[in-house]
T-cell receptor, first 116, second 113 residues
Framework: EPEVTQTPSHQVTQMGQEVILRCVPI?????FYWYRQILGQKVEFLVS????????KSEIFDDQFSVERPDGSNFTLKIRSTKLEDSAMYFC??????????????FGPGTRLTVL | QKEVEQNSGPLSVPEGAIASLNCTYS??????FFWYRQYSGKSPELIMS????GDKEDGRFTAQLNKASQYVSLLIRDSQPSDSATYLC?????????????FGSGTRLLVRP
């Protein structure tokens, strides 16, 4: 069964440092997403990406955040200058395009980001 | 603001019973609805998707959708201790070209052996 993978599983960083979270979506999927979940809170949408560009971003996704698909398999989320409040689980998700099931999003295992 | 509401629980049921989880949503035009299961410290795992009014069954799980009432539910038959998790309801908003998901806060289910 194909699955979304993410690395690293846990990232600890100092406030103000840059971090890059990596994701490998399911191979034939074309739509990619980042979500985050602060401990004890809802899963929140950050950004969607299709055809090598952002299709939508949330209010959370400010100028400190960026996404990139540097090659045919990886999808990255960069946080330029981390803040304490960026500490959360970050989930990558992908979906295909075929029929109704193309709406289904599959999530990776997540990266736990801890900002000290 | 598009909202998805769930009772946080915990919902406690004995092993073998039917667990009933409920969700309401505010965006009347929403078309796609999903149930995810999330174990503590893990990522959301897709259980069911439903798009049309009525019931959809998959094994021990049944999703029910009532668009007029803006209500979607998940029934788990023959509940097992391994079903103990948080169940997240998620919705695609109407006319949203990105198909992003709006999540509820989840209902925690405890299945007592």
């Amino acid at each position: 069964e194909p699955e979304v993978t993410q690395t690293p599983s846990h990232q600890v960083t100092q406030m103000g440092q840059e971090v890059i979270l990596r994701c490998v979506p399911i191979s034939n999927h074309l739509y990619f997403y980042w979500y985050r979940q602060i401990l004890g809170q809802k899963v929140e949408f950050l950004v969607s990406f299709y055809n090598n560009e952002i299709s939508e971003k949330s209010e959370i996704f400010d100028d400190q955040f960026s996404v990139e698909r540097p090659d045919g398999s990886n999808f990255t989320l960069k946080i330029r200058s981390t803040k304490l409040e960026d500490s959360a689980m970050y989930f990558c998700a992908s979906r295909g395009t075929s029929g109704r099931r193309g709406n289904e999003q599959f999530f990776g295992p997540g990266t736990r980001l801890t900002v000290l | 603001q598009k909202e998805v509401e769930q009772n946080s629980g915990p919902l406690s049921v004995p092993e073998g019973a039917i667990a009933s989880l409920n969700c309401t949503y505010s965006d009347r035009g929403s078309q796609s609805f999903f149930w995810y299961r999330q174990y503590s410290g893990k990522s959301p795992e897709l259980i069911m998707s439903i798009y049309s009014n009525g019931d959809k069954e998959d094994g021990r799980f049944t999703a029910q959708l009532n668009k007029a009432s803006q209500y979607v539910s998940l029934l788990i038959r023959d509940s097992q201790p391994s079903d103990s998790a948080t169940y997240l309801c998620a919705v695609n908003p109407w006319m949203d070209s990105s198909y992003k998901l709006i999540f509820g806060s989840g209902t925690r289910l405890l299945v007592r052996p």
